[in-house]
């Protein structure tokens, strides 16, 4: 394909894609219960963070994670005492375990106490330093401030090992996006959608190389940037938008029917 026929193919699969019936089968529908900008927040993170391997397993533990949070995530997090906190000590995903668990409630809980949530890290990073690796590596640090496992550290990617942070980039594109399409929240104000990084993994990688918009062999921050620096060239204002186009044939694989 040349560059505009490669546009109009990635144009074609966002829009068939980026629509409300994609949110029940995604992890997005799980901070879709909310209408609090806080627990959509906070559901949006935790959903995110454990958000490898099959999507029904990843909805179904995310929702369980939820729910054990009486009246919503985010008076759940303000108020949660360590007795309450212990009721997720036997949580486990994948390599997500119950102590992996406990300390993320625990930084959200210093995070929504004394930085202005979520919202508020990840926009001060920006501010500061313009550009959303910077912003990842700020959060990281601040959400590492508090006493932590060491194992629970691969659980926030670190870009200076040259993470892929798709699991980040995917919240950013549900908390930072705005369209009116109705799935991504778009909740955040001070952070621009063209400033966004593409969620790259298995899927969208394999497709974005079958493309010929991705070189590079690795799922790495490399690749990341890679293909971000491409899709600007098509949507400089709203490159991740194309994260639909890529993931959405990708995960479907022969099921796909456009």
Known sequence: MDEQELKEWLEEYYDYFNRVTFIPDDPISVPHRYEMKQDIE??????????????????RNATWLVDSMPDGP??????????QLMHFSGFSHRTFNGTDCLFFLRSLQNIYRHYHGLEG???????????????????????????????????????????????????????????????????????????????LDVHSGRVARELGLLQR????????????????????????????????????GSKFQP
């Not at 690749?223 to 186009?245: I, Q």
């Open 42 to 59: 906070i559901a949006g993170f935790l959903t995110a963070v454990i958000a490898w391997g099959q999507r029904p397993v990843i909805i």
């Open 74 to 83: 985010y008076q759940f997090i303000m108020n949660a005492t360590d007795s």
């Open 121 to 199: 890290v990840f926009s001060d990073g920006y501010r500061q330093y313009g550009n959303i690796p910077a912003a990842i590596r700020h959060f990281r640090n601040i959400f590492f401030s508090i006493p932590f496992p060491e194992r629970t550290l691969k659980h926030i990617p670190n870009l200076d090992k040259n993470a892929a942070a798709k699991r980040i980039n995917m919240f950013l594109r549900w908390m930072v996006r705005r369209d009116d399409r109705g799935v991504d929240f778009g909740l955040w104000e001070h952070i621009p959608s063209s400033a966004l990084y593409i969620p």
């Open 217 to 252: 062999k690795q799922n790495d921050w490399r690749a990341v940037n890679e293909l971000t620096l491409r899709l600007r060239k098509f949507d400089r204002n709203d490159p991740v938008k194309y994260d639909y186009a890529l993931f959405g044939p990708g995960v479907l």
